[in-house]
């Protein structure tokens, strides 16, 4: 068995000291455990925020422990009757070639119904994440107009997606002409703005104030820093945020140049704003609802979905620290094995 534990917690942006590939025997399933070897791993930037000690939502990963990670695997030996050998399942295994849990923390994937990965992205966590941003949190309707950010995403790329099915104007914001390019001919934004070539959050906001000369309805905040500045001014009267993350801050970084929190305040206040966090783990009891929409839309080719694959458990933490720097382009996924 080889795994990737936490060696040491970041000091600001993560390394790959930080990690540490360990090899040990393959675990025994326990009472009502399941064994199974892992084929994919996802990478998500809610493990930067394990990394850390402070509090949050969730309890931290505790040094010298397996990177938290949802996975897709083969079960090799079951002790839960409704499980057998060959079963293709998907829980929070972690960054692990072989993993147990118990038979209620899985769920049964079915191959033939989509790819298996896509439990990891569109049809799991991220894809749920976007639906419930739009439908339950933004209530987003037909005609208004819609931000998303990080918008060629796990999350955002759908959500950007779902909002244009409701007839939604779209404007997307991501990070380098290639993925703007790809949001627009592929994704169906009706325009999306390069952050890279805004130089601060007032060019943000001129930019997209020409993009949305009737102002913002609702905005997927997945960003924080800069492109948060820029759709603050440009929210109309009755506008909402669906605040879903906040990745240009989770290291510490860029907090000095963020617009200063009286001036949000009274934005929120003047602008009569409805600002709401999320967190997806509240929302699962969605899950059907999610999937019995969404499932067809992928099949039919209604949803166009990228991913962007690393080979090798060995090279998980490279692909994680790309990622919360911009370097993916797609849901972030490792092959583990075949
Ligand atoms: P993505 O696939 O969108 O990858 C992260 C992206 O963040 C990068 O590709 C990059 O896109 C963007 N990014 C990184 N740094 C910055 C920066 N400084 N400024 C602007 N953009 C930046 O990840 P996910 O779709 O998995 O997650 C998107 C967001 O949703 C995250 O904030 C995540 O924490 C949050 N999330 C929240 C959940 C919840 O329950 N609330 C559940 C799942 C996700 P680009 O190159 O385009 O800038």
Redesign the pocket.
């Given at each position: 068995r080889r795994s990737i534990v936490l060696a040491e917690r970041p000091a600001g942006h993560p390394t790959e000291d930080n990690f540490r590939l360990e090899k040990g025997p393959v675990p025994e399933p326990g009472e009502g455990e399941v064994l199974a070897r892992i084929l994919w791993l996802s990478l998500?930037?809610?493990m930067r925020g394990r990394m850390d000690a402070a509090k949050s939502y969730a309890a931290p990963v505790e040094l010298g422990a397996v990177m938290e990670g949802g996975c897709v695997g083969q079960v090799l030996a079951s002790n839960d009757p409704r499980y057998a050998q060959g079963d293709y399942v998907t829980g929070q295994f972690g960054w692990t070639s072989h993993g147990v849990l118990k038979g209620d923390a899985l769920r049964k994937l079915d191959p033939a119904k989509a790819p298996l990965q896509y439990a990891l992205g569109a049809l799991g966590?991220?894809g749920l994440?976007a639906w419930v941003g739009i439908n339950r949190i933004l209530e987003a309707k037909t005609g208004e107009t819609v931000v998303i950010?990080?918008?060629?995403?796990?999350?955002?790329s759908l959500a950007g997606q779902l909002a244009r099915e409701k007839g939604c104007r779209v404007i997307g914001v991501?990070?380098?002409p290639k993925?703007c390019a790809h949001a627009e001919s592929e994704l169906g934004y009706d325009v999306c703005l390069d952050?890279h070539a805004a130089a601060d959050g007032q060019a943000m906001a001129d930019r997209i104030a020409e993009a949305a000369p009737g102002g913002v309805d609702c905005y997927f905040e997945?960003?924080g820093?800069k492109?948060l500045d820029g759709v603050l001014p440009n929210m109309n009267v009755g506008g909402r945020i669906a605040l879903?993350?906040?990745?240009?801050w989770y290291s510490g970084a860029?907090l000095d140049d963020a617009t200063p929190l009286p001036k949000v305040w009274r934005t929120i206040l003047v602008n009569r704003l409805r600002v709401q966090g999320?967190?997806?783990f509240d929302h699962f009891d969605q899950f059907p609802h999610f999937v019995d929409e969404v499932a067809p839309m992928l099949a039919d080719g209604r949803l166009r979905y990228r991913e962007d694959v690393t080979e090798g458990l060995e090279n998980a933490p490279k692909a994680f620290l790309s990622?919360?720097?911009?370097g993916?382009f797609g849901?972030?996924l490792v092959k583990v094995a075949d």
């Open positions: 998500d930037p809610y966590m991220p994440t950010s990080a918008a060629t995403g796990a999350v955002g991501a990070g380098g993925k952050h997945n960003v820093g492109t879903c993350g906040v990745i240009a860029n999320f967190i997806i990622m919360l720097e911009g993916n849901k972030t």
